[in-house]
């Protein structure tokens, strides 16, 4: 608090001894008069005189005043520094309570002795305009960012408070994580300032301004309009530079190295087991595969709790895996259906349902598999063509120059049952040949009704 004008102890001694030498001399004056006669008319003119001097002091005494000036401004008149002082304590100290914080005001206020007559001194009025017009000022520490300003708090010590808030922030409860290490990659240090005592901050509302905004647990608008409101308080989101450019509020980022320790799933292999017995293309489950189990520990580092780093420091199996064991056919399901072998001019795909083998017309074209003719016909796209039901497969022989086998007959495996030729929408002689799985019917209701499957994986 700044006073001016106000009297001090020297002040007052020279004061009372002016008083006294005034005394002296009247004194004096009256020891010189003693014993001497005087007319009448002149004990009058002394006492006349005595009594005009003790009213003009008097007066002049009661026309002094102490003018109480905010910032250079009147606000009133008061006999007694003392009563500005003593209301002036109280007011700091009924803010301070409020703000939780020792405060002064930002204005200089001062009080100099001046003679004003026909003037009342008013404590209320004084008063008045103090609560009025002055505004408060404390003591504090701006914490900073790299050199970057962010907010101030009551003291140096709550510096720590917010790097531990900060650090806490990203450190999991969890007993399977050991912390190894946690540091900030910024620079948090304080410098003395005085501000208005409602910008001072508490070290969890600086923790709140530089997390990442997605760690808050408010919803992502609220955060935004919380930070820039904290910031507002003075006026840090518009702060600028020497540059020129706007300091926005800095995020900091917390970097921790832990070693965390868990279990994960060991995948089970696959065996593959011949069976002379079945089909290719065949294959049944002998033993089902089971997952089996390992402690596994990495040191991993974050960086504002997203995962930057993993590396595997040790693993442990706890359960052995156990392997899935499959049995697979290696008897040639069908026999190769053209006399000879001739040439595989086309491959299965998925818009070529079967193959095609390139061979000299009249070729002979044999039976894959013993089963029964249910189709020995003529089409348009096919040419002639010749379907034999095999139980759970079904063969389709196309293009063919002569069907030798007719509907209901049975044929076995590697009888003659057409010749090669190019009936039907075809560039050449050749055997289109395919191979459809079956349903367990014996009924054919239509070229496209059961599925293809690639004739190659039976041979």
């Not at 304080?190 to 001072?200: A, H, K, L, R, S």
């Not at 518009?238 to 540059?243: A, H, Y």
């Not at 044929?411 to 002689?429: D, E, F, H, L, M």
Request: hydrophobic share 35%.
């Amino acid at each position: 608090m700044r006073l001016a004008g106000l009297s001090s102890p020297g002040a007052s001694r020279k004061g009372r001894l002016r008083r006294s030498a005034h005394y002296r001399a009247l004194r004096r004056f009256w020891e010189r008069l003693k014993g001497k006669t005087l007319h009448r008319v002149h004990y009058l003119l002394i006492a006349s005189l005595l009594a005009a001097g003790i009213l003009g002091y008097t007066h002049y005494r009661n026309s002094l005043f102490y003018v109480v000036c905010i910032d250079g401004i009147e606000a009133g008149l008061v006999r007694e520094v003392a009563e500005v002082e003593q209301f002036l304590n109280s007011l700091m100290d009924k803010c301070g309570l409020i703000y939780g914080m020792e405060v002064f005001p930002r204005q200089a206020i001062t009080m100099t002795r001046e003679l004003r007559l026909g003037q009342e001194a008013n404590l209320q009025q004084v008063e008045k305009a103090l609560r009025n017009r002055i505004s408060l000022l404390t003591e504090a520490v701006m914490v900073t960012v790299d050199g970057v300003p962010v907010s101030p708090v009551c003291t140096a010590e709550e510096i720590a408070d917010v790097i531990e808030t900060l650090s806490l922030s990203y450190i999991d409860d969890d007993d399977s994580v050991k912390l190894l290490e946690v540091e900030l990659e910024e620079e948090l240090a304080g410098e003395d300032c005085v501000v208005p005592p409602e910008q001072v901050c508490s070290a969890a509302e600086v923790a709140n301004l530089l997390l990442d905004p997605e760690k808050l647990e408010q919803d992502l608008d609220l955060q935004t309009a919380s930070r820039l409101s904290l910031a507002s308080r003075d006026g840090r989101e518009n702060r600028i530079d020497g540059s020129g450019e706007k300091q926005e509020i800095p995020l900091v980022h917390v970097k921790t190295v832990e070693e965390a320790t868990q279990e994960e799933p060991v995948p089970f292999p696959t065996t593959y087991v011949n069976n002379n017995e079945m089909y290719k293309g065949e294959s049944r489950v002998v033993t089902e595969g089971k997952d089996g189990l390992k402690e596994v520990t990495y040191r991993v580092t974050r960086v504002n709790g997203e995962e930057i780093d993993r590396e595997k420091l040790s693993e442990r199996i706890i359960i052995e895996p156990v392997a899935k064991v499959i049995e697979r056919g290696t008897l040639s399901r069908f026999a190769w259906p053209v006399a000879g072998g001739g040439r595989l001019s086309q491959g299965f795909s998925g818009r070529h349902n079967g193959i095609d083998i390139a061979a000299p017309s009249g070729t002979s074209i044999l039976a894959a598999e013993s089963g029964t003719v249910v189709c020995s016909s003529w089409g348009p796209a096919t040419g002639n063509y010749i379907v034999i039901y095999h139980g759970d497969y079904w063969t389709v022989y196309l293009h063919n120059s002569r069907n030798l086998v007719s509907a209901g007959q049975s044929v076995s495996r590697g009888q003659v049952i057409a010749k090669v030729g190019s009936s039907g929408n075809s560039t050449g002689p050749h055997l289109h040949f395919e191979v459809r799985r079956g349903t367990g019917s014996s009924k054919w209701p239509g070229y496209y009704y059961y599925t293809s499957i690639n004739p190659l994986s039976f041979f």
